[in-house]
């Protein structure tokens, strides 16, 4: 897949806890040209049919974002470690690639690359589930990395504690551009219904923990710590994916 991914750029293109240790996840942002839907899944399709038939041995996850401007995807998958990057062996897709040439790229607006490593000491410990259908994604720009890490760490520690317990995958992304994230949390919902639950808030239950002067505190820190925050819901395409 990651042969996949860079061959995307180059012609202008679930994550799954590994016993707590720490991994870097791909992830490839593509735009779909307006009205070109339909067209570009089936390309997709095609291409996942010839590298599954091909013995094609990566993995990924496809998902489509809910809000926002556009049609737009995110493919994702997995490396235990940099060295991976290295790798030039895939038979599957180099059999494949043209399909990837003439189905897919004639659909695509813009490709957005970017690479995150996982924080399994303040993430869930559990991977994700395999009846995961949405991920609500939280994703900050800050300017102290130092104290909207500890202001993590304290919230962690009061979730771990609580009935609730830790919700999501957190990451850090490793460069980018200006506008990308520098971190970013992976909410697991089984479905759109699952979003309908009451949940307590974090900064609630953070509160019931140390009292509202703390948290108060903890929240201006957490606020002063952070430029700027947006969030969309992202619901996976279990047809795209593999």
């Not at 104290?147 to 999501?168: D, H, P, Q």
């Amino acid at each position: 897949m990651r042969k996949l991914l860079y061959l995307m750029l180059l012609l202008p293109f679930l994550a799954v806890s590994q016993e707590n240790e720490s991994f870097l996840l791909n992830m490839s942002e593509i735009t779909v040209k307006s009205g070109h839907n339909a067209q570009f899944i089936e390309g997709v399709k095609s291409w996942k049919a010839c590298y599954v038939e091909n013995n094609g041995e990566d993995k990924w996850n496809i998902w489509k974002r809910v809000q926002g401007e556009g049609t737009v995807y995110t493919m994702t998958s997995i490396m235990a470690n940099w060295a991976e990057m290295d790798e030039k062996s895939d038979p599957a897709g180099k059999e494949c690639r043209m399909l990837i040439v003439n189905l897919i790229m004639p659909h695509v607006k813009s490709v957005h690359y970017n690479i995150a490593r996982s924080m399994p000491n303040i993430s869930k410990t559990e991977p994700f589930s395999e009846d995961t259908e949405l991920v609500w994604v939280y994703n900050v720009k800050i300017n102290n990395s130092t104290s909207f890490m500890e202001c993590l760490e304290e919230v962690n520690s009061a979730l771990k504690k609580s009935t609730e317990g830790v919700r999501g995958y957190w990451y850090n992304v490793i460069g980018g551009a200006p506008e990308v994230s520098d971190y970013f949390v992976s909410v697991p919902h089984k479905n759109f219904a699952d979003m309908d639950v009451k949940r307590e808030g974090v900064w609630k239950i953070h509160e019931k923990a140390h009292g509202k002067k703390k948290t108060d505190a903890l929240r201006a820190k957490f606020r002063a710590a952070v430029d700027t925050d947006w969030s969309y819901m992202y619901a996976l395409q279990k047809e795209l994916s593999n």
